[in-house]
């Protein structure tokens, strides 16, 4: 079974700092999608960033990027220019091609602080 | 305009009682989603349905019962509810459109929060 792990429970920087977030997964398949959800406190699930496990370039989303290396299974988000509406819990999610599940990590809590 | 929505979201009730959690989702999505956060943040899921059809069933109490009369609508009743089934529970939704990430990425709902007291 596929497991995902968050190392950092929790992340403090300083506005406009860049912050990097860590997650690890572990799996046999050789082709699957990883995801950063956002949960902010209003508690909603957004997606922030998604990576297909057979693509080499790393994806990008205005602030956001990821470093995805696949030998050493690992996806992580860095976040330039942090922002006070950054603030929110961050989790790393595994999905099998055609499973349809997501398998969450344990999540990150960031607060970015004035 | 809400993709994926849900109600009630705020729920408190009393252990014994049956409730019911509604969610519709106006994306034309086939595949809907019951997951679960409980009180340590955890996300896990519990059903999922493809064209109003039972996909996963990731060994949840069979007091949890969804029912879906439309592929835009997923339902979650919960009889005899305990102290333990409180928690957040997310709708979502996703449509599979052959490979990459963003053809299978899946959909939230804001959350239902359930409180048993």
């Known amino acids: 079974a596929q497991t995902v792990t968050q190392s950092q429970p929790e992340m403090s920087v300083q506005e406009a700092e860049t912050v990097t977030l860590s997650c690890t997964y572990d799996?046999?398949?050789?082709?699957?999608?990883l995801f950063w959800y956002k949960q902010p406190p209003s508690r909603q699930m957004i997606l922030v960033i998604r990576q297909e496990a057979y693509k080499q370039q790393n994806a990008t989303e205005n602030r956001f990027s990821v470093n995805f290396q696949k030998a050493a299974k690992s996806f992580s988000l860095k976040i330039s220019d942090s922002q006070l509406g950054d603030t929110a819990m961050y989790f790393c999610?595994?999905?099998?091609?055609?499973?349809?599940?997501?398998?969450f990590g344990q999540g990150t809590r960031l607060t970015i602080n004035p | 305009d809400t993709a994926v929505s849900q109600t009630p979201k705020y729920l408190v009730t009393q252990m014994g009682n049956d409730k019911s959690i509604k969610c519709e989702q106006n994306?034309?999505?086939?595949?809907m989603y019951w997951y679960k956060q409980d009180s340590k943040k955890f996300l896990k899921i519990m059903f999922s349905y493809n064209n109003k059809e039972l996909i996963i069933n990731e060994t949840v109490p069979n007091r949890f019962s969804p029912k879906s009369p439309d592929k835009a609508h997923l339902n979650l009743h919960i009889n005899s509810l305990e102290l333990g089934d409180s928690a957040v529970y997310f709708c979502?939704?996703?449509?599979?459109?052959?490979?990459?990430?963003?053809?299978?990425?899946?959909?939230f709902g804001e959350g239902s929060w359930l409180t048993v007291v």
């Open positions: 999610a595994f999905m099998k091609p055609r499973a349809q599940k997501l398998v």
């Open positions: 799996t046999s398949e050789s082709n699957y999608y």
């Open positions: 979502a939704s996703s449509q599979v459109l052959g490979q990459g990430a963003s053809g299978n990425t899946i959909y």
């Open positions: 994306l034309g999505h086939d595949t």
